[in-house]
């Protein structure tokens, strides 16, 4: 989605990407060959810039090419972002406020670590987590342990169960120059662990998108950020802002923007890394997304979307990813576009049930 947003602009993209399969060789040139191939590498630093849309590449790789090449963002802050202790630590420098949480590193840490964070919790793994892969929710003792050898024994990160009373997201970029924007105010509904959707505007009480923007700036300030960043936030019931998380790249809560008649999230990001003219990038009209994940059925076959149905409804653009179906993996999205946010509220309920 970032090379088809990069190829408007002027700019053709080259891909690094282990899978033979990568979605990306479709509309760009496509490296296949490990992250730290020193030949792939090679072709990375002839380029004008280098950025990533996934975080689980090694840091080695940005630091190889680091001297190079611009790259945004940076190796020091893609490992932050890949490590949720250290990223909550650098949360808190930057003056955000996150989930009460403990490093959990060895047997030692296990005693009082669950009713230190609030008595309910959830355990992730530090790194190499998503879409609720690798987190298990503890309510005991006797369950924090069995979780943690579950999860193979590797450094966790113990968070208190935040009672929340929605999850929201907003992207902030910054081009090398120095000038920042914003994306829009999203308001997301996860469904185990999975984000099932976004939608734009947020209903949100006044001054929340005030509060995000202030805190993303701080964020992006503190870690010199180059290039785009997109955090999850938390809004607890008196309306302040808990830090769940930070993606270092364009993140799914954005893709709403590709319908929303303004500039993209992709846009945003190639011009951020690109050293480009950039304003604050918002949806014109209200819209949605529901992502489309692949379900197995009881009998063990996908299920499919009533794609004639979505087609048919108003507002709908289906976006799929080439990918193959596995249950769990994103495999696509459905943005909806309307012309204001009640018919958007009511498109959304025909929309949902036609898809597992
Ligand atoms: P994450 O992978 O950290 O983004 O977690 C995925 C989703 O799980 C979040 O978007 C929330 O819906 C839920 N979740 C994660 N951490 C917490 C927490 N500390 N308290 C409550 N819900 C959480």
Redesign the pocket.
């Known amino acids: 989605m970032l090379a088809l947003a990069a190829l408007p602009l002027g700019v053709r993209v080259t891909v690094l990407e282990p899978d033979e399969h990568a979605p990306a060789r479709l509309c760009a040139r496509h490296l296949h060959a490990p992250y730290t191939d020193p030949a792939a590498l090679n072709e990375l630093a002839a380029c004008d810039a280098v950025t990533l849309e996934f975080e689980n590449v090694p840091v080695e790789a940005l630091a190889a090419l680091q001297d190079r090449v611009p790259v945004r963002p940076g190796g020091a802050l893609l490992a932050r972002s890949k490590h949720r202790a250290h990223e909550k630590r650098a949360l808190q420098g930057a003056g955000a406020t996150t ?1 009460p949480f403990e490093a959990i590193e060895a047997d030692t840490d296990l005693p009082g670590a669950l009713a230190r964070v609030g008595g309910r ?2 355990l ?1 793994t530090s790194e190499l ?4 892969k690798g ?1 298990a929710r503890v309510n005991s003792d006797a369950e924090l342990r069995a979780a943690w050898e579950n999860l193979g024994r590797v450094p966790c990160v113990l ?4 009672s ?1 009373e929605r ?1 929201v997201s907003l992207a902030v970029a910054r081009t090398p120059a120095g000038q920042v924007a914003f994306g829009p105010l999203v308001e ?1 509904v ?1 469904r185990d ?1 999975i ?1 099932r959707s976004s939608v734009f505007p947020a209903q949100v009480p006044d001054g929340t998108e005030a509060r995000a923007r202030e805190l993303a700036r701080a964020v992006a300030d503190a870690w010199a950020l180059e290039g785009l960043i997109t955090l ?1 936030f ?1 809004q607890l019931p008196g309306g302040d802002l808990i830090v ?2 930070v993606a270092p790249r364009v993140h799914n809560s954005g893709h709403l923007t590709q319908d929303g008649g303004g500039v993209s999230q992709f846009e945003a990001q190639v011009r951020a890394v690109l050293n480009l003219p950039l304003s604050d990038w918002r949806p014109l009209h209200p819209t949605a997304m529901v992502n489309v994940v692949g379900v197995d059925g009881p009998d063990g076959s996908p299920l499919t979307p009533d794609w004639a149905a979505i087609d048919a409804l108003d507002g709908t653009r289906v976006h799929l990813y080439h990918k193959a179906h596995r249950h769990g993996r994103k495999v696509g999205h459905v943005n909806l576009v309307a012309p204001d946010p009640g018919t958007l509220r009511a498109r959304l309920a025909s929309l949902e049930p036609l898809i597992p």
């Open positions: 989930a919790g959830i992730k987590g998503y879409d609720g987190q968070e208190g169960l935040v929340f999850e997301n996860h662990g984000l999850e938390f769940n998380e």
